[in-house]
């Protein structure tokens, strides 16, 4: 194992797009890989609601998260390295990482349409033939991404960490976006020992009023209820504080709903129809409680990619935990 | 490189398969029935119904077994509660993207979704229709589509991209991808209806000839005929439970005079007719210093994918018209006269494995004496939905022959259905009108069998003949992009649109796969080999109709010959 590798492992950096994949792993999957032309790609597609923390990074430490894709275009010896960035991140700052990638074999790529296109294969797909459809895994693009070789991809946060620990100044914190109802909504970077509780107070962002937060994107996020706090955040870094007395749950429902109907692919039947239905029911406000949590079975277990197996989460973790039905009562 | 056999257990079932395998493949070798949908062998897992899932010992979650790839020791439960549970609310969900019009499916007989709602107990209504305002739309004279019943599986944009057309296409509407026409001016459909065979819904269906069919069936001013074409024969006994590959030609007689239809006539017979003129212009073409190589244009799909795509190459065409479209003409000139019936009133139907043959059949450079020659053209499939109708069923039909003469044809005509039976037909007769003798061996062997391209070199008094025969125009590209490379290397050149040739086309009854299409080819030939005409010189038929009609270049010219111009897009909508 190469010097940087085990220092990734030994600081034990997990992917900080969500999924918590170790960045090491990846890493020595594409390194060990014996095909010759190997491709990077920077995910900075940043597509969940309310999550700004890329943002942030590529605005204050563009130069850094070059210099750690530089680090794994020697390591991996890639041809190429791809930094895909959203609409509005890739009009912003398409200039300003270019101006820090001379001489370097990286290229800015525009996120194709919808949510579905900054899942990884998507994103592969979305490159090589202009279509955000995601592709059936196993083959990993560890093995076979960007034109069947292998591709090593990370978040940008990622990439900024790995910097950080080539230069031994790594000390375990993450970058979080904190935002709804907050007195103090931005991005902070914190200590990732933290409890969610914990961030909130150390941003001065405890609320005093009865609430609850989603916590790792605006669309696929979990609901916790303030009881739950006590424990630190896992997946994307994303904190969103709802006051319980005035949130409408129906219009934040319609909202997800909307948002993962639109941004999804429709390539298999839970996600596609299911999706639909999810939608219609809350926009007629009309619940058969049957009916919706087979479709979040059949979501969570039968979706072709993790967009669709994760798009229950919000609905149900807020119709189980805010007792939803017994407070909007319909069959 | 051998692959290596590798075990698995299904359902506690110890099966033995081949590394790189899909789970599904194995269970449907070895008789387990596991569910699905958009899985066709012809075509690259979709994964997308969701229906074949199955559970992997060790594995977390639930798989699908059309994309998951054995490995040894692999254990996999199909069934189950929680199993059957996904499965139907699954099915319930397609049924909300589905809207039941079962009375008028190309499915009804044999539809999966059906059977799979009855299985798992599935309420098709529990959700309201999405699609129900979606409109349908023709393509050409040949495919109807119905996006009210599409379960955006792509399996057709996949089909349809195989065969290099790209006309279907994913588009964006509101918050969905649907299934759309292009409307790209370079993109075009070529009625091939390879988007209707791989269609697991019955969204994609040929446009319907019966109702027309039926009306002049009913007139009693017309005097309506039916000419069959080689592949039907050994693929409509499908509709019928007959079998893969049974041989129906007299049942197919019997069952249209049944419908009260006394001329039954064989478009093998007429594809002796088209080898007679075919092998005389490509000798010609060789001898005089003609455009080569000559083009096949028995297939209309190839015929307009040439048009289109690649007019600089039409003059390759060989001028003979297809079988079904010669003997339209012939019969309302030669026949006509003979029986003395005019013309005007005699209308044609033609049965045939191919949705393209509906636009053939309007193509305004085939008129004979400002008639078309054919009138309607009925689908192998439509044929059997007609004789349904009509309370027939094949299985207690006692079989006849087709009408004298008209129906009788040589072996070499009826292999015309299989790709490589143009050219076996055409490489004999030639044989023998170059030497003037039969060939010893009757049997050109390199263009059999179903593979996408063979090619040969035939020697034949001291020329040789360089040989080309593809199916599926997307290998048709790959050898059009070969000759604008190296222009002089072949002679001769056979296309057939559909995989397989006319046995894989766009009418023929569903399922069609590799298996399948392999059975109804075996048919074929062996029809051929028990023939005891195997030559198309030898065919009672083209004796006579040289003798008494085609003994002249005007005849031969109106009758047998055509011509063919660039296309411009035609499927454009609103």
């Known amino acids: 194992m190469s010097e940087i590798v085990l220092k990734i492992k030994e600081a034990n950096l997990l992917g900080r797009g969500g999924a918590n994949f170790p960045v090491w792993q990846k890493w020595q999957a594409v390194i060990s890989n014996s095909g010759s032309e190997k491709y990077i790609i920077c995910n900075g597609a940043e597509g969940e609601p309310d999550v700004e923390k890329d943002e942030f990074i590529i605005m204050h430490y563009a130069k850094e998260l070059v210099e750690g894709i530089k680090i794994a275009i020697n390591e991996i010896s890639a041809k190429k390295a791809y930094i895909y960035l959203n609409h509005q991140y890739y009009s912003k700052y398409k200039d300003l990482l270019l101006s820090f990638s001379e001489g370097l074999p990286i290229e800015v790529v525009e996120k194709g349409k919808g949510y579905i ?27 076979k991404g960007l034109w069947g070789k292998p591709t090593l991809l990370n978040n940008v946060e990622s990439f900024y960490y790995v910097y950080k620990i080539s230069k031994d100044e790594y000390n375990d914190k993450r970058f979080v976006s904190i935002n709804g109802d907050v007195v103090n909504r931005g991005t902070f970077e914190l200590s990732r020992m933290l409890t969610i509780k914990e961030m909130l107070l150390e941003t001065k962002n405890y609320p ?10 605006g669309a696929e996020g979990l609901i916790m209820l303030p009881s739950e706090l006590d424990v630190p955040l896992s997946g994307c870094g994303a904190i969103k504080v709802f006051n319980r007395s005035t949130t409408d749950l129906i219009k934040l429902m319609q909202y997800w709903a909307d948002f993962l109907n639109k941004g999804n692919c429709d390539k298999c039947v839970p996600c596609r129809e299911g999706m639909y239905r999810i939608s219609e029911m809350i926009k007629n406000n009309d619940f058969n409680q049957k009916k919706l949590f087979e479709i979040f079975d059949v979501l969570e277990k039968t979706s072709f990619c993790a967009l669709g197996r994760g798009a229950s989460i919000p609905f149900r973790s807020l119709i189980e935990k805010l007792n939803f039905f017994e407070k909007y009562g319909k069959e | 490189m051998e692959k290596n056999r590798i075990k698995i257990e299904i359902d506690g079932k110890d099966l033995e398969c081949l590394e790189g395998q899909t789970v599904l493949e194995v269970a449907i070798e070895n008789g387990i029935y596991i569910p699905n949908l958009c899985y066709h062998s012809d075509l690259k897992p979709k994964a997308s119904c969701r229906l074949c899932i199955v559970e992997i010992k060790n594995r977390k979650g639930y798989f699908t077994s059309c994309s998951t790839i054995v490995e040894d020791g692999m254990s996999i439960r199909s069934k189950g509660d929680d199993i059957s549970k996904l499965r139907k609310t699954n099915l319930e969900l397609i049924f909300s993207q589905h809207q039941e019009k079962c009375h008028d499916c190309i499915k009804s007989n044999n539809c999966t979704l059906l059977k799979l709602a009855d299985k798992y107990n599935v309420d098709i209504n529990r959700f309201s229709d999405r699609k129900s305002d979606f409109k349908e739309i023709n393509f050409g004279p040949s495919i109807y ?3 009210s019943k599409c379960i955006d599986c792509k399996n057709c944009v996949e089909a349809c991209s195989k065969q290099n057309v790209g006309f279907l296409e994913v588009k964006e509407i509101g918050d969905f991808y649907q299934i759309s026409p292009s409307e790209k001016i370079n993109r075009d459909c070529v009625y091939c209806g390879q988007c209707v065979v791989h269609c697991p819904t019955g969204a994609l269906q040929e446009v319907d000839s019966i109702e027309l069919v039926e009306s002049m069936m009913a007139n009693k001013n017309k005097t309506v005929l039916f000419q069959i074409a080689p592949a039907v024969r050994t693929s409509i006994g499908e509709e019928f439970d007959m079998g893969y590959g049974t041989i129906a030609t007299e049942k197919i007689a019997a069952g249209i005079r049944k419908m009260g239809i006394k001329n039954v006539f064989d478009v093998s017979a007429a594809a002796d007719i088209v080898t007679m003129e075919e092998s005389e212009e490509l000798i010609g073409r060789i001898s005089n210093g003609g455009i080569l ?54 209308f044609v139907v033609s049965v045939m494995p191919c949705t393209a043959k509906k636009y053939e059949i309007i193509r305004k450079e085939n008129l004979v004496n400002g008639l078309n020659p ?83 070199t035939v020697v ?82 083209v004796k006579e109709v040289y003798d008494q009609f085609l003994n002249n270049e005007e005849s031969k010219h109106k009758v047998c010959h055509t011509t063919y111009n660039k296309k411009e897009k035609e499927n454009k909508y609103e």
Not at chain 2, 322 to 343: H, R
Not at chain 2, 396 to 402: A, K, L
């Open chain 1, 117 to 143: 296109a900054g899942e990884e294969t998507a994103i592969c797909e979305y490159i090589e033939n202009g279509f955000a459809e995601p592709r059936q895994k196993p083959p990993f693009i560890s093995d």
């Open chain 1, 208 to 217: 005093e009023f009865d609430f609850f937060v989603q916590v790792g994107g």
């Open chain 2, 145 to 147: 589509f119905d996006p």
């Open chain 2, 293 to 346: 190589p000559m083009f096949t244009s028995c297939c209309p799909a190839w015929v307009k994918y040439l048009e289109f795509y690649h007019p600089e190459l039409i003059p390759n065409l060989t001028s003979v018209r297809s079988p079904q479209v010669l003997f339209g003409g012939l019969t309302k000139t030669f026949w006509a006269e003979k029986k003395g019936i005019d013309p005007k009133n005699i």
């Open chain 2, 374 to 456: 054919v009138d309607a053209v009925l689908t192998t499939h439509e044929l059997a939905c007609l004789f349904k109708k009509h309370g027939i069923d094949l299985r207690d039909i006692e079989g006849e022959n087709m009408t004298p003469l008209f129906g009788d044809a040589t072996g070499a005509g009826v292999i015309y259905g299989s790709s490589g039976g143009v050219t076996e037909s055409a490489l004999r007769t030639a044989v023998h009108k170059l030497t003037g003798k039969n060939p010893e061996s009757i049997e050109f062997s390199p263009f059999r069998g179903l593979e996408e391209s063979k090619e040969a």
């Open chain 2, 460 to 541: 034949i008094n001291g020329i040789s003949l360089k040989v080309a025969v593809v199916n599926g125009l997307s290998n048709a590209e790959k050898l059009i992009q070969i000759l604008k490379e190296n222009p002089g290397i072949y002679h001769y050149i056979e296309v057939m649109a559909c995989p397989g040739g006319c046995i894989g086309g766009g009418g023929q009854p569903l399922p069609t796969n590799s298996t399948v299409r392999k059975l109804r080819s075996q048919g074929l030939y062996n029809i051929d080999k028990d023939k005891k005409k195997r030559f198309a010189h030898e065919s009672d038929l």
